[in-house]
């Protein structure tokens, strides 16, 4: 698929991931990549230009198991952020599917 | 690829990010490793779905540049940000270079043509002392006033450099914006 495309989608789903809650690093690229084809490696440079954005804040937490963990919290500004893609991807997927609806059918007759 | 092998070949492709800065790169991928491998995945398993360190280094840097661009933009700090972010893909060869060469050609011709005006009396001055038969009075009031229009020209100039690398700091943010963020084509 087009790589421009989906970029920008990338950023949606990782800031739709922390709307509910904290999630660490390794947490939302598994996520991720169960449901989309991603190399995994981007997402690291991509939190940490939405980090410097000021859209999360970052802390460390221990863990039972293996090294602490790097958890990603969005802040208010990432919040507002994050809506207003939702809303944009909204109109533009709505806007798509209708279009392929239309378009599609009429290819059989 | 091993784990140690990909960390190395990201450390080094990160060599000109400062050590602080790198480190908490390093980090995010061995914590990373380190939990896939708790996980019961391998080292080349985890490696192979990350996707290549040049790549994931090519990211960083595009970003880290225009940051610092952004604090300060000193000419050679434009020049580090606009390689850094033709540097993400072919795509940006066209729609980054193309208009960069453009621009800077035409601010470059801005103020060499402000210069060149301003020092023209002095060329007025060499054709007298060359040629003195050729002396008149319109070519002496002629020259003075091109260089007057010269100084406003650099002066124009001046802030219209500013306006430009601004604008085109933002043109790369929103570059960076589109292309970037790893979706596998």
Known sequence: MNVQFKKGALELCVLAL??????????????ISSKIAISEGSVYPLLRRLTKEEYFTTYLQESQEGPSRKYYQLTEKGRSHLYELRDEWQQFTKG???IIKEGVGYDKG | MTR????????????????????DIIQDFEEHFAMGENEGKSEEEIAESLGAPNQIAKEVLASYYLGKVEKSSSTGNVMRAVWAVI???????????????????FVLSGWI???????SPLLFIINILLFPDSFNLIDMFASIALSGAGILLIIGMYY?????????????????????GGMKA
């Not at chain 2, 540097?87 to 050609?105: K, M």
């Not at chain 2, 043509?113 to 020092?119: K, M, R, Y």
């Open chain 1, 18 to 31: 922390l709307d509910k809650k904290d999630r660490y690093g390794y947490e939302l690229v598994q996520n």
């Open chain 1, 96 to 98: 798509v599917n209708e």
């Open chain 2, 4 to 23: 140690d092998k990909f960390i190395n070949k990201l450390d080094r492709a990160l060599i000109s990010v400062p050590y602080e800065e790198r480190k």
């Open chain 2, 87 to 105: 540097g993400l893909g072919f795509f940006n060869l066209v729609i980054v270079l193309a208009p960069f060469v453009a621009i800077a050609g």
């Open chain 2, 113 to 119: 043509a402000g210069g060149a005006f301003i020092v």
């Open chain 2, 160 to 180: 219209l450099t500013k306006l430009i690398r601004t604008v085109f700091i933002r043109y790369l943010n929103y570059n960076v914006r589109l292309v970037k």
